[in-house]
């Protein structure tokens, strides 16, 4: 049965925000102080510097854990202590298993869950709820229809593309962009586009 590498998909996390930084920088600006791309970019190099200085034994949860508390300590931003808890409960929640489709569904189950927990944000409050929700919905369906698990992170990833984009029309409800009111609106939530990154990225973190 095929499972995500953690090491892998740090890695392609990694690639794929940095090559898309300005982007995400760039929405950061129209809603936010501009730093999400340089936030992020910073936090995921330091997780691959964590990751690869760690034990090769190391086992996948506590790999999450090692890169979690590292985006909590690297990044200053809210996205930091965010992804952060996020891989820290996903971590949690794998234990010494593989991440294989079942475990990859509680283990982004509980990365949401911890996510809310911190920033108590609902779906519609225009964040990275808004893609991590639907992402984690879908690849648990898919999961628990028998999918091979390539095409129920295909799946994940498309829900959390079609969540950020219905974050466009919304009025921020939480974060720095909450601040503008109104004028949040007509604007794609950065971390519901760095969500989408970090889902698809699992996609090209598979073995086995
Ligand atoms: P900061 O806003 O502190 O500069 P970033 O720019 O790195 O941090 O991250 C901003 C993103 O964090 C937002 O686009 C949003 O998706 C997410 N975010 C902010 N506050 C919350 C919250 N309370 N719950 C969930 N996500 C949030
Ligand atoms: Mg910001
Ligand atoms: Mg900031």
Redesign the pocket.
């Known amino acids: 049965m095929s499972s995500v590498s953690v090491d892998a998909w740090m890695q392609e996390a990694s690639t794929v925000i940095t090559a898309n930084a300005e982007r995400l920088t760039e929405l950061?600006s129209a809603i936010?102080?501009g730093?999400?791309g340089t936030?992020?970019t910073r936090g995921f190099r330091a997780v691959i510097e964590a990751l690869a200085a760690a034990e090769d034994e190391l086992p996948p949860g506590r790999r999450l854990i090692l890169a979690g508390k590292t985006l909590v300590s690297k990044?200053g931003?809210?996205?930091?202590p965010?992804w952060g808890t996020a891989l820290r409960r996903a971590g949690r929640s794998v234990g010494d298993a593989a991440l294989d489709g079942p475990a990859l569904a509680d283990a982004l189950d509980a990365a949401l869950a911890g996510?809310v927990e911190?920033?108590?944000?609902e779906v519609g409050?225009k964040?990275?709820?808004d893609a991590l929700t639907p992402a984690t919905q879908a690849l648990r369906t898919a999961v628990e229809a028998g999918e091979p698990l390539a095409d129920a992170i295909t799946a994940a990833a498309d829900a959390a593309a079609e969540g950020a984009r219905s974050t466009v029309p919304l009025q921020a409800r939480?974060?720095?962009?909450s601040y503008l009111g109104e004028r949040s609106i007509g604007h794609e939530?950065?971390?519901?586009a760095s969500t989408v990154l970090i889902i698809t990225a699992l996609g090209r973190a598979l073995e086995g």
Do not use: E, F, I, W
């Not at 911190?118 to 944000?121: D, I, K, N, P, Y």
């Not at 939530?189 to 519901?192: C, F, N, S, V, Y």
């Open positions: 950061d936010g102080d730093d999400h936030n992020l990044v931003g809210a996205s930091g965010l996510v911190l920033g108590s944000a409050d964040t990275m709820v939480k974060g720095r962009a939530d950065p971390g519901a």
